[in-house]
Nanobody
Framework: QVQLVESGGGLVQAGGSLRLSCADSGSGRNVVAMSWYRQHPGNEREVVAAITTGGSTSTKYADSVKGRFTISRDSAKNTVFLQMNSLKVEDTGVYYC??????????WGKGTLVTVSS
């Protein structure tokens, strides 16, 4: 069973930083990738960053966050992080953690709100 809990959202000024965490309280055995998505009001959810959870880690980023955001994981704690630097007003949104299993199922956290003020 995959159960995701996000934390670390909040209010920050433009140019500041935040670090999001996503803890999987399950065993993590069947999870092959974890991602961060965000959703602006009135828009669809979009992927921000993704990381594989196998022995050889690979990462991907949306063009809009490359060079500013870093996704990483602590495999021992089944936790994924999103370090967000040089935040912009347009980074505001609800950030969701996603876990994909080896049988193709997607699990989601409840989301954490990030607000970047000008």
């Amino acid at each position: 069973q995959v159960q995701l809990v996000e934390s670390g959202g909040g209010l920050v000024q433009a140019g500041g930083s935040l670090r999001l965490s996503c803890a999987d309280s399950g065993s993590g055995r069947n999870v092959v990738a974890m991602s961060w998505y965000r959703q602006h009001p009135g828009n669809e959810r979009e992927v921000v960053a993704a990381i594989t959870t196998g022995g050889s880690t690979s990462t991907k980023y949306a063009d809009s966050v490359k060079g500013r955001f870093t996704i990483s994981r602590d495999s021992a704690k089944n936790t994924v992080f999103l370090q967000m630097n040089s935040l912009k007003v347009e980074d505001t949104g609800v950030y969701y953690c996603n876990a994909r299993t080896n049988w193709g199922a997607d699990f989601w956290g409840k989301g954490t709100l990030v607000t970047v003020s000008s």
